[in-house]
Protein backbone atom coordinates (compact mmCIF):
# COMPACT_ATOMS: atom_id res chain seq x y z
CA UNK A 1 0.00 0.00 0.00
CA UNK A 2 0.96 3.58 -0.98
CA UNK A 3 0.51 6.28 1.43
CA UNK A 4 1.27 9.97 -0.82
CA UNK A 5 1.34 13.03 1.40
CA UNK A 6 1.44 16.35 -0.30
CA UNK A 7 2.80 20.03 1.33
CA UNK A 8 3.39 23.75 0.30
CA UNK A 9 0.15 24.29 -1.30
CA UNK A 10 -0.79 28.46 0.06
CA UNK A 11 -2.32 31.91 -1.36
CA UNK A 12 -0.21 33.75 -3.82
CA UNK A 13 -0.83 36.68 -5.74
CA UNK A 14 -0.39 36.29 -9.75
CA UNK A 15 3.30 36.19 -10.96
CA UNK A 16 4.32 34.87 -8.14
CA UNK A 17 5.87 31.16 -6.95
CA UNK A 18 5.01 27.94 -5.01
CA UNK A 19 6.92 24.54 -4.74
CA UNK A 20 5.21 21.47 -3.83
CA UNK A 21 6.34 18.63 -2.42
CA UNK A 22 5.23 14.99 -2.51
CA UNK A 23 6.44 12.11 0.28
CA UNK A 24 5.78 7.95 -0.79
CA UNK A 25 5.82 6.08 2.02
CA UNK A 26 4.52 2.59 2.74
CA UNK A 27 5.97 0.95 -0.69
CA UNK A 28 7.95 -1.86 -1.73
CA UNK A 29 8.69 -0.90 -5.01
CA UNK A 30 9.05 2.49 -6.84
CA UNK A 31 6.38 4.21 -8.43
CA UNK A 32 7.18 4.13 -12.13
CA UNK A 33 5.48 7.20 -12.65
CA UNK A 34 4.27 10.29 -10.34
CA UNK A 35 2.34 12.96 -11.07
CA UNK A 36 0.48 16.07 -10.56
CA UNK A 37 -2.78 16.51 -11.49
CA UNK A 38 -5.39 19.39 -10.21
CA UNK A 39 -8.76 20.01 -10.01
CA UNK A 40 -10.37 23.27 -9.89
CA UNK A 41 -14.05 24.49 -8.59
CA UNK A 42 -16.88 22.90 -11.04
CA UNK A 43 -13.75 21.26 -13.59
CA UNK A 44 -12.82 18.24 -14.16
CA UNK A 45 -9.57 16.64 -12.71
CA UNK A 46 -6.80 17.23 -15.34
CA UNK A 47 -3.02 16.09 -15.24
CA UNK A 48 -0.43 18.78 -15.06
CA UNK A 49 2.80 16.80 -14.74
CA UNK A 50 4.53 13.70 -14.70
CA UNK A 51 7.94 12.23 -14.27
CA UNK A 52 9.09 8.93 -14.92
CA UNK A 53 11.40 7.31 -12.57
CA UNK A 54 13.85 7.35 -15.37
CA UNK A 55 13.47 11.18 -15.24
CA UNK A 56 11.10 11.86 -18.30
CA UNK A 57 8.59 14.78 -17.65
CA UNK A 58 5.70 16.00 -19.72
CA UNK A 59 3.28 18.92 -19.05
CA UNK A 60 0.29 19.99 -19.73
CA UNK A 61 0.24 22.64 -22.11
CA UNK A 62 -1.30 25.18 -19.63
CA UNK A 63 2.32 24.92 -17.68
CA UNK A 64 4.81 24.82 -20.25
CA UNK A 65 7.54 26.96 -19.25
CA UNK A 66 6.20 27.98 -16.15
CA UNK A 67 6.23 24.74 -13.58
CA UNK A 68 9.07 22.49 -13.29
CA UNK A 69 8.50 18.86 -12.25
CA UNK A 70 11.38 16.38 -10.68
CA UNK A 71 11.58 13.71 -8.19
CA UNK A 72 14.04 12.52 -5.71
CA UNK A 73 14.05 8.48 -6.06
CA UNK A 74 16.49 8.32 -3.17
CA UNK A 75 13.66 10.04 -1.34
CA UNK A 76 11.04 8.75 -2.75
CA UNK A 77 10.01 12.43 -3.49
CA UNK A 78 8.07 14.31 -6.01
CA UNK A 79 8.16 18.41 -6.33
CA UNK A 80 6.49 20.97 -8.34
CA UNK A 81 7.91 24.22 -9.01
CA UNK A 82 4.99 26.82 -9.95
CA UNK A 83 6.65 29.69 -11.58
CA UNK A 84 4.41 32.82 -12.81
CA UNK A 85 1.27 31.81 -11.27
CA UNK A 86 -1.99 32.77 -12.98
CA UNK A 87 -5.53 32.80 -11.42
CA UNK A 88 -6.17 29.92 -13.48
CA UNK A 89 -3.98 27.82 -11.53
CA UNK A 90 -6.00 27.96 -8.35
CA UNK A 91 -6.85 24.39 -7.63
CA UNK A 92 -6.24 21.89 -5.06
CA UNK A 93 -3.10 19.68 -6.55
CA UNK A 94 -3.02 16.17 -6.26
CA UNK A 95 -0.09 13.97 -6.18
CA UNK A 96 -0.33 10.52 -7.68
CA UNK A 97 1.64 7.77 -8.80
CA UNK A 98 1.32 4.49 -10.49
CA UNK A 99 3.72 0.98 -10.92
CA UNK A 100 5.29 0.01 -13.83
CA UNK A 101 2.22 -2.73 -14.18
CA UNK A 102 -0.15 -0.15 -13.85
CA UNK A 103 -2.11 1.70 -17.19
CA UNK A 104 -4.16 4.18 -14.50
CA UNK A 105 -2.61 6.19 -11.67
CA UNK A 106 -3.77 3.86 -8.58
CA UNK A 107 -2.19 6.00 -5.70
CA UNK A 108 -3.17 9.33 -4.84
CA UNK A 109 -2.69 12.09 -2.04
CA UNK A 110 -4.93 14.00 -0.27
CA UNK A 111 -4.54 16.87 -1.86
CA UNK A 112 -3.11 20.59 -1.60
CA UNK A 113 -4.84 23.77 -2.42
CA UNK A 114 -3.12 26.55 -4.31
CA UNK A 115 -5.34 29.81 -4.64
CA UNK A 116 -3.37 32.77 -7.12
CA UNK A 117 -5.53 35.46 -6.18
CA UNK A 118 -4.70 39.53 -6.17
Known amino acids: QVHLVESGGGSVQPGGSLRLSCAATGTNFRLNTMAWHRQAPGKERELVASVTIGGTSNYADSVKGRFTISRDNAKNSMYLQMNNLEPEDTAVYYC????????????WGQGTQVTVSS
Open 96 to 107: SGKSAFSITYDS
